[in-house]
């Protein structure tokens, strides 16, 4: 006999009480198998996600100076702001001169003797800004224009916008530049037994961040690195009764600049292209590497320079001709480190323009577009006064005395 839970004996064949329900047989049921991901594919994925996360915050740790609220804002109104639409190309000047044709952030920019003035694709005119500058000289970057007035005193830096800042040196300019942050590079007359004295300005253009003067070296032009943390000048000295020249590099972290002298060439002009440094000479080009290694050299010969553009991303066209009238010219197109890619037979060459792909080359009557290995990808007739291009992706903008004319090349 056994006893029951609740406390009366049981006989052995007796059933035990059911305290629950019994349980039913389970039905089978009719599951969908899921694929299975492969643990593999998941950590794939996720290293992906983690090096995009880590690239963009390295990026934007790099171009800090970028996000600021100005520069956001100048961003802004560059890819979004709208100013209506206008009537078209052709356009006049405001001024009775015209000294300057640029491209800015996609945008038509004209300089002029009383103005700097600046049109979207459609001709409308975006801004109008008096100067009073004897000679007006335009450098800019992709949001903002800095004029400034050679040997004289005055500068002034504008965005779409409105003026950002205006300012005067103590000294007249020989030279000045912007860096694509905003940073100032001005070059002015020195003092003291100094010939030139150079200053940048920070974005604000009130901060002094670095400074640098020569007993020697007259500027004649200079550049801002893109990044705005050195700058390359090109310079002048007397030497043996002569003149000689020299690229000089200056690294805003360092007291000590780099000079790479030239006794036999004259440079006038220097700018960053490509992660390089290029001077252009009067019978040579230069290129050097932001350091001072790795000079590479592209020799004029007996020939004439005509004209000569480049883009900052790393190409470079150049026009030289036997004669000094500019006649029977060829076009070189080279890379920043000066190997060349292509030449062509242009005739007369009055200007060049870079941009992207293509190079356009101005002749008296007519703009052709080329690509980088030479061949002739559109051509538009234009008027036998055009004097300058300015080359926006497939679109060139000749000035024809005070007039710009936009024709299409595709």
């Known amino acids: 006999m056994f006893r029951h839970k609740s406390g009366r004996l049981r006989r052995p064949d007796e059933e035990p009480a059911q305290d629950t329900p019994k349980e039913e047989e389970p039905r089978l049921k009719l599951v969908k198998e899921r694929p299975k991901r492969r643990r593999g594919v998941k950590l794939v994925i996720w290293l992906c996600v983690l090096v995009l996360v880590a690239g963009t915050a390295v990026w934007g740790i790099a171009n800090r100076d970028l996000f600021s609220g100005v520069r956001i804002e100048e961003w802004f109104d560059q890819t979004f702001g709208n100013y209506g639409t206008g009537e078209g190309f052709p356009v006049t000047a405001a001024g009775s001169e015209v000294s300057g044709l640029a491209i800015i952030g996609g945008d ?8 700097l003035q600046l049109f979207n694709d459609t001709a409308k005119e975006i801004y109008s800004r008096q100067h ?8 800019k970057t992709d949001t903002r224009a800095l004029l400034y007035d050679r040997g004289s005193t005055g500068y002034r830096v504008e965005n779409r916008k409105r003026t950002v800042g205006t300012g005067k040196t103590d000294y007249n300019l020989l030279a000045a530049d912007i860096s694509q942050n905003g940073d100032l590079v001005l070059v002015m007359e020195g003092t003291g037994g100094y010939v030139s004295e150079l200053t940048v300005l920070g974005s604000d253009l009130k901060t002094v961040r670095f400074k640098w003067s020569s007993a020697s070296n007259m500027v004649v032009d200079v550049a801002a690195a ?3 943390k050195s700058a390359a000048a090109a310079t002048v000295f007397a030497k043996d009764g002569g003149l000689g020249s020299s690229l000089t590099l200056l690294d805003f972290a360092s007291d000590t600049p780099t000079y790479l002298n030239f006794n036999d060439t004259l440079f006038f002009a220097v700018r960053y292209c490509g992660g390089r440094i290029v001077g252009i000479g009067d019978d040579r080009i230069v290129s050097v590497k932001p350091d001072g290694s790795d ?3 592209f020799s004029y010969g007996n020939a004439y320079l005509a004209a000569w553009d480049l883009e ?6 150049v ?8 006649r029977e010219c060829s076009v070189t197109f080279l890379d920043a480190a000066l190997s060349q890619t292509a030449s062509v037979a242009a005739g007369e060459v009055r200007a060049l323009s870079c941009s992207g792909e293509l190079t356009a080359v101005l002749a008296p009557s007519a703009v052709t577009a080329y690509s980088i290995d030479g061949a002739a990808v559109a051509s538009a007739q234009v008027s036998a006064s055009g004097s300058q291009v300015a080359l926006k992706e497939k679109t060139a903008y000749v000035l024809e005395g005070r007039t710009v004319a936009s024709y299409p090349l595709s």
Do not use: M, N
């Open 132 to 139: 009073k500058f004897q000679t007006p000289v335009l450098r």
């Open 319 to 326: 026009a030289l001709s036997p004669y000094e009238d500019r």
């Open 226 to 228: 893109p990044d705005g």
């Open 312 to 317: 900052e991303g790393g190409r470079l066209a």
């Open 108 to 115: 038509v920019a004209l300089l002029s003797d009383s103005s």
């Open 295 to 297: 000079i590479q050299e």
